[in-house]
């Protein structure tokens, strides 16, 4: 476990130097996708298929926008490497107390992103019996 976490935390990242490969990349990533989402298309229903499609060409459109950024996304000289103490392995941890996890549980918030409606259902508004 111990040589797992020294290279966690001694892990650097090397940049490579070579425009074309990172062009090449980024070509085969956009083809790639648009290879995926055909496939997914041919799996949906011929009512959504329409709809689907459109999406399906607005997250290409989107995607081909992030590969054209210029510059790193991530300036890796600025992210320093973790404390010795920040990977923890799990069976050292304290176990805490009712209070504490009462307490954690008031601040929990669950957010959802995917855009559905909420359930409408019928059932979902009846009191239990």
Known sequence: MDSI???VRGHTRASSGSREFRE????DALNLLEKELDKLLSTAQENEKE???KEFAGFTQLFGRFLEEAGPSVDWDKIEKLPNDAVRDYDTLETPTTDTI?????KLVVVKLNGDPPDTSPK????NK
């Open 24 to 27: 090449a990349t980024k070509r």
């Open 5 to 7: 976490l020294e290279r």
């Open 51 to 53: 709809k689907s499609r």
């Open 102 to 106: 009462h307490h954690m549980l008031n």
């Open 124 to 127: 979902r508004n009846e009191p």
